[in-house]
């Protein structure tokens, strides 16, 4: 059967790789959304998949409460490709055999092609393949033929080639596996035959006509409002709703005085003069240090930062005319229903929604970035002429510097803490590392200790250095960076800032700490 789609469903077993597996399809030209195991079959169906990829998952296919999906979905006419655990359970629910290996297979294993198959070409024999098993399939269902095997001999591919159902008990999506791409792309391309047209360029003319036609349906002197944060997600968003009406955009970008050094100022000035948005500043320092006078708990910074940025932001939505809709710039990763394997995860901090705007607001939502992943926003970002200084900005938090001063936050530790951050900014871009680290900054610490300047005793403040790896902000490594560049970063701290006399590095990974201190 042709299906007239070129979509690819790929259905979520709670593999930490499922959404690297998406954007890997994306970057393959082609569209796809991610649905968790427990969908219904009609869902899966409406969506009208040219072809369906099973994810890994962290379960056995005989654990109590594993995710496991009705058979019924092989009856859907389209191509499918079971990666790790959705290789298992393909074999599971098709009447093969699983059973827990020896020993579990985690990392490279070569791969050893024992029968020609379309999913391989171009691959080569031995080619290191990516592991992360506990279960083995010790026989594939009926019809089903072994096309390789790892280096300990156990089936790593199988397939039915009348069906096009096929399984991978390594993990083609990420980079360690050399022939991945290669693999994915055969299936994509040459088994299932799935058209390539999936591209940002036609992204944005479609996405700018069609918040063109929203806003403007009805009646034309609607307006939309949008609060910026000088970070990539929101500023592409306003970009490209404004590309689409013009001044009729209302940008508000507050200024709580928890930003960096100039931030406010150079920021405010690049929206308007560069980019050519319709945006007020407005200038809240003063209230936002007041309201967080004497205040030390984490979580009650959070809240207040929280609660006025939406008061303010509140006040000014209500002196914009005719303001029906509210642009957000919400990510793909934000709207994907994950899948609570090891069930909800509790709350750790009370973050993640502090740039989302109450429910309670009376406007219709306008999120053009729905559908994409940071790095297609970025993408889209330099097509739309945005400097990279805003697309590959590092995160930062939305409380900002209040959450990087430990305890109650001051005029005086602020200032000590954006010079330091300018300093650590400045030598991870000298050495070319700022677009390698997810995140580096110093953190102030309320002690003081002692050390000597010039012949003096001195008692003064700590500041800690915290540079991370990561992918997603999830999980972190500390950065292993040069002692020569900590060594520059500490010296300049200590000469450059006033009142520090101590600069430690974090060596934490997440988990166990987090990335931020608070
Ligand atoms: P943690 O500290 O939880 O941080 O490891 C993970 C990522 O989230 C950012 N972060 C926040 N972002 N509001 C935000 O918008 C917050 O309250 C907040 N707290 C942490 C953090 O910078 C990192 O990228």
Request: net charge positive; charged share 25%; glycine share 8%.
């Amino acid at each position: 059967m042709k299906v007239n789609s070129s979509k690819v469903l790929i259905i979520d077993f709670g593999s930490q790789y499922t959404q690297l597996i998406a954007r890997k399809v994306r970057e393959s030209g082609i569209y796809c959304e991610i649905y968790p195991f427990s969908s219904r079959i009609e869902k899966i169906k409406d969506f009208n998949p040219a072809a369906i990829i099973l994810s890994g998952g962290p379960s056995s296919v005989y654990d109590k409460g594993a995710p496991l999906i009705s058979n019924e979905i092989f009856k859907i006419d389209v191509p499918f490709l079971g990666i790790c655990y959705g290789m298992q359970l393909i074999a599971y629910l098709l009447s093969g055999e699983v059973k827990p290996a020896k020993n579990r297979e985690y990392g490279y294993s070569k791969l050893e092609i024992t029968k020609k198959s379309k999913l391989f070409a171009g691959c080569g024999d031995d080619d290191p393949v990516w592991m992360s098993h506990g279960d083995i399939i010790v026989s594939p269902p009926n019809d089903f033929i072994i096309t390789s095997k790892t280096g300990n001999g156990n089936i790593a591919s199988f397939e039915n080639k009348e069906k096009k159902i096929y399984g991978l008990q390594f993990h083609p999506e990420v980079a360690h596996t050399i022939c991945g791409h290669k693999i994915l792309n055969n299936f994509l391309f040459d088994i299932a035959e799935v058209k390539k047209d999936w591209k940002l360029s036609d992204f944005i003319e479609d996405k700018i006509k069609e918040i063109k036609t929203e806003i403007s349906s009805g009646n034309n002197g609607n307006n939309a409002i949008c609060a910026l944060s000088g970070g990539v997600d929101s500023t592409v968003a306003a970009v490209l709703v404004s590309r689409a009406i013009g001044d009729k955009l209302v940008c508000i970008f507050v200024d709580n005085g928890l930003l960096r050094e100039n931030e406010a100022r150079d920021v405010f000035k690049f929206y308007k003069e560069n980019l050519s948005l319709n945006v007020k500043l407005v200038k809240a320092e003063k209230i936002f240090l007041s309201a967080l006078k004497g205040v030390s708990d984490p979580e009650k910074k959070r809240k207040i930062i929280g609660k006025l940025f939406i008061n303010i932001f509140e006040k000014e939505a209500d002196k914009i005319k005719n303001a029906k809709f509210l642009v957000q710039g919400t990510l793909y990763p934000d709207v994907i229903e994950s899948v609570p394997v090891y069930g909800s995860s509790s709350i750790i901090k009370s973050h993640h929604n502090v740039g989302g705007l109450p429910k309670k607001f009376n406007f219709k939502l306008i999120e053009p970035l729905r559908e994409l992943f940071k790095d297609e926003v970025r993408l889209i970002g330099k097509k739309l002429n945005i400097p990279d200084a805003i697309t590959e900005r590092q995160p930062f938090p939305g409380p900002g510097l209040a959450i990087r001063v430990i305890g109650e936050v001051t005029g005086n530790s602020l200032k000590m803490l954006r010079k330091a951050d300018t300093i650590v900014a400045e030598e991870i871009k000298k050495n070319n590392l700022y677009n390698k680290i997810w995140q580096s900054f110093p953190v102030i610490i309320p002690v003081k200790t002692v050390g000597v300047m010039g012949d003096k005793r001195s008692y003064e403040s700590l500041i800690a250095i915290r540079a991370v790896t990561s992918l997603d902000g999830m999980t972190a490594d500390f950065a292993q960076l040069d002692y020569e560049i900590l060594r520059q970063i500490s010296s300049r701290i200590i000469s450059e800032v006033k009142g520090v006399n101590r600069v430690v590095y974090d060596i934490s990974s997440k988990p166990p700490s987090t990335i931020e201190w608070e």
